[in-house]
């Protein structure tokens, strides 16, 4: 007698399966509806998938086995949806992670990991001068490269709606340092996950800060809140030993696609 497992027709279900996502995991994972999918058929059949049930391909298997645990609890669909976009989020934190680490390697920079602090405690090793040439890494994925200077020239990451504290004082400092005009801008809003601290602070022209800025921000947050991912880097260009950068290129991919934006930040444009 044949197991469903055994079944002629469901042993070729299994290695198409398996191809299948082999191949997703090399392009970098499961989209969250192909996690729901997934999800149902591990719980209607998990003998359809590889038998190293959490980690095959890749580790992709643990949001599939979260969703299909969920399947078979009869939990409501908006919670199998939550679950599975938490999954698919931390999955790609490590992978950002691991691909800062690589390419901080490839040039030969110190890596130097710190966790951001919150109100009333606040990490000093990410509101003092920085070490130049140094990829400070966050527990969230998000890095932060300085430059010869101690500046940081770019700050990259996945982008979640996960609201960090803001630190209002060294908002007012980085402020001061443009002079009249200018505030302390977020490379990565705390709307994002972005840390409070100095590392994560710009001067910034209020004009832009407060409209275009705001503007492409709010634009991340919506295709996060419909299920995109996005990632993001922001480069501030200075000029000389200048502490206000002239410009702040952006680059930013939502499900994939590139787009580029520049706001000039000094008077006048």
């Known amino acids: 007698m044949h197991s469903y497992g055994d079944i002629a027709p469901l042993e070729a279900v299994k290695v198409d399966i398996r191809n299948y996502l082999d191949a997703r995991s090399a392009a970098g994972g499961l989209s969250e509806a192909e996690i729901i999918l997934f999800g149902v058929l591990y719980a209607a059949n998990e003998t359809l998938f590889p038998t190293n049930a959490v980690d095959f391909a890749g580790g992709i298997g643990k949001g599939i086995k979260a969703a299909g645990a969920l399947v078979v609890a009869g939990r409501g669909a908006d919670v199998l949806v939550a679950t599975t976009r938490a999954v698919n989020i931390e999955q790609a934190v490590a992978r950002q992670v691991q691909a800062v680490e690589q390419a901080a390697k490839a040039r030969g920079l110190e890596v130097i990991r ?59 400092m980085a ?6 005009g200018y505030e302390g801008g977020h490379l ?10 100095k590392i994560n602070l710009i001067p910034q022209l209020t004009s832009v800060n407060r409209g275009d800025f705001r503007m492409l ?11 995109k991912e996005v990632k993001v880097e ?36």
């Open 114 to 172: 710190e966790v951001p602090g919150v109100k009333g405690a606040w990490n000093d090793g990410l509101n003092t001068s920085l070490k130049p040439g140094a990829v400070y890494l966050l527990d969230n994925g998000h890095a932060y490269m300085t430059d010869a200077l101690g500046r940081v020239s770019k700050a990259e990451g996945l982008l979640d709606v996960s609201k960090m504290d803001r630190n209002a004082y060294q908002q007012l």
């Open 175 to 180: 402020g001061k340092v443009g002079g009249e």
């Open 188 to 197: 990565i809003a705390t709307l994002f996950g972005g840390a409070g601290e």
């Open 217 to 227: 921000e709010k634009e991340w947050a919506d295709a996060i809140r419909a299920g």
């Open 234 to 269: 922001v480069s501030p260009i200075y000029v000389g030993s200048s502490k206000v950068p002239d410009r702040i290129d952006v680059t930013h991919w939502i499900a994939g696609k590139r787009e580029t934006s520049t706001f000039l930040n000094k008077p006048g444009g």
